[in-house]
């Protein structure tokens, strides 16, 4: 504990933390890792050894590039470091290549890039209050923060074992919220713009910094009840977002408007003829949905309500990734989940613009736009909670009813996550991962709001005695 004692005053402790969760990182190197290690590796080849012109057509590979440009143009940049690991790698035509060197360089890559991540976990660690402060540095709320970012679960195993470039983009998002609790909201307007151009699943939370910048910028002042004082707007700022906004979009779009060739992006980046569930079925409504389509139509075949032959033939659980018609419930169409989407996060919208609380309240909007875009999203993949679970992390430190809420998505969203790794190897680890973090979450955020939990259980008792 002394050696905890002098890390508090100079941060060392954050240090340690980054970099005992490094070394773990480094250790699951030799790990199993699915078809996105082939996916990436064939980004890297296409955008290499082919012409900007050709990037958004190249086949070879049934793992085409569906990335918006800015991630290609990460791609890119990686490549010229990647040719002097194994020039094979970026072959177009080398399907399937793994060799030594390629894995070393793409997951030595992903642990690269985390280091914006670290930095993002930092910026928001400032951001948090710190009137909540224990005796010992393990009780902080801004070292209990930093441990459930920095070692979260679902990102380790995501990244550092199934493989994906997760941790540098979710750095993005927390860096553009650690803008928006600062006041400095053109810079976490930009850096929002800029994710969305690296990945567009972060269009999900888009229409929370859409209306939390339009309220609680572009809106100078208050009435004393809260509401809106419309004399207040600013056209400057509304000029200025949407310059940052077009700035962005033209510098990652614009060479594709040049060559006409926009609509083949767009017709990669949104694919609707995969289907409505992913391979590996997002736990969400349209799972349960799914579900009860089947059942329904065992039923119906046991009692001759249903003609075998007139049965589709593409199947929702054959794992593939597809198109198929439901066989007794209404098959369901893109433009249906938009609009069940609309109506899930219309609550948490209108309760953002006309009962504002702060960036807390924006981060309330967004977590619970990514939650209802999970549940009612088209082809959602099971790894999108973990774009509700991180900025919900933030919000776990502030207030005990939030650390409740948080400690059940985490568990529940983290376990889903466990079909990602089916390789016996990965068996023991998976478990024990996920079990000593779901156990640090219990006992630190039971440790940092000890009073509350113990003031709600006196208010139950005192309640329990007068009734």
């Known amino acids: 504990m002394a050696a905890f004692t002098i890390a508090t005053g100079t941060g060392n402790w954050f240090s340690a933390l980054a970099l005992g969760v490094t070394l773990l990182k480094c250790l699951l190197i030799p790990t199993y890792h699915s078809t996105d290690f082939e996916v990436h590796r064939n980004w890297l080849a296409i955008t290499h050894s082919l012409p900007i012109s050709q990037w958004y057509y190249e086949a070879t590979s049934e793992w085409t590039l569906d990335y918006p440009p800015f991630f290609a143009w990460f791609e890119y940049i990686l490549s010229h470091v990647a040719k ?19 894995l070393l360089f793409q997951r030595f890559s992903v642990i690269f890039m985390d280091v914006l991540f670290v930095y993002a976990v930092r910026e928001c660690c400032k951001c948090i209050d710190g009137k909540k402060v224990g005796k010992e540095l393990t009780e902080k709320p801004k070292f209990i923060l930093s441990v459930l970012l920095l070692w979260n679960f679902g990102l380790l195993i995501v990244d550092h074992i199934h493989f994906q470039y997760n941790g540098f983009l979710f750095g993005l998002m927390l860096l553009s919220i650690a803008r928006l609790f600062q006041k400095r909201h053109m810079e976490g307007a930009f850096l929002f713009a ?14 929370a910094y859409g209306v939390y910048l ?28 949407g310059l940052v ?38 736990p969400n409504f349209w799972a349960l949905y ?12 046991k009692l001759k309500f249903l003609d075998p032959n007139n049965i589709p033939k593409a199947s929702m659980t ?46 309330r909007c967004l977590t619970l736009c990514a939650l209802s875009s999970f549940m ?59 079990l000593l973090f779901t156990i640090y979450s219990i006992s630190s955020l039971k440790t ?20």
């Not at 433009?335 to 309240?361: D, Y």
């Not at 088209?378 to 999108?384: G, L, N, P, R």
């Not at 709001?449 to 005695?465: E, I, K, P």
């Open 84 to 102: 002097y690991f194994d020039q094979e790698m970026l072959n177009v035509h080398n399907l399937n290549y793994s060799s030594s060197r390629t």
């Open 448 to 467: 940092l709001f000890r009073r509350s939990f113990t003031l709600v259980a006196q208010a139950g008792v005192q309640w329990h005695d007068l009734s």
């Open 214 to 241: 339009l309220r609680s910028y572009c809106f100078t002042a208050n009435k004393p009840d809260g509401s809106i004082r419309w004399k207040s707007f600013s056209f400057v700022r509304v000029i200025s977002l």
């Open 194 to 207: 800029v994710l969305l151009h690296f990945k567009h699943i972060y269009l999900y939370v888009a229409p």
């Open 245 to 282: 906004v077009f700035l962005v979009s033209a510098l990652s779009l614009g060479p594709f408007l040049a060559l006409n060739q926009l609509p083949q992006v767009f017709s990669r980046l949104f694919p609707f003829k995969r289907g409505l569930c992913h391979a590996y079925w997002a």
């Open 376 to 434: 009612f999203g088209w082809h959602v993949h099971e790894k999108a909670i973990l774009l509700a679970i991180l900025p919900m992390s933030l919000l776990s430190v502030g207030k005990a009813g939030d650390a409740s809420i948080f400690l059940i998505l985490t568990t529940t969203g983290h376990y889903s996550l466990f079909p990602l790794l089916f390789t016996a190897p990965e068996l023991p680890i998976k478990i024990l991962l996920m």
């Open 290 to 301: 799914n579900a009860l389509d089947k059942v329904l139509s065992v039923i119906g075949l």
């Open 318 to 363: 054959s794992g593939l990734v597809q198109q198929f018609q439901h066989t007794v419930l209404p098959s369901v169409t893109p433009l249906a989940t938009l609009i069940c989407t609309l109506i899930a996060i219309l609550p948490s919208i209108f309760c953002l613009w006309f009962k504002p609380q702060g960036p807390r309240g924006f981060l």
